[in-house]
């Protein structure tokens, strides 16, 4: 099956940098104020960004952010 022109053109490229450990990666956690963090940071640091492991907190603007699960 062939991807239509429309998914290709829009379709991000692009790898995200880890504010914490400045590594650059396909995915990151992001918050609405620019606030990115990777996969391995957030599993050091959840303990203290998040109290229900559905939601995680900005530690930059204090919004709420959620981890997807629900």
Known sequence: ???SPY???Y???RDY???LCRAKVPFCWTCRCGFSICQSCMLENVWGMSCNNITWDCPDCGAQNGFGNQ
Do not use: D, G, P
């Open 1 to 3: 099956m062939e991807t």
């Open 7 to 9: 998914r290709k053109k």
């Open 11 to 13: 379709r991000r490229n």
């Open 17 to 19: 940098e880890c504010v």
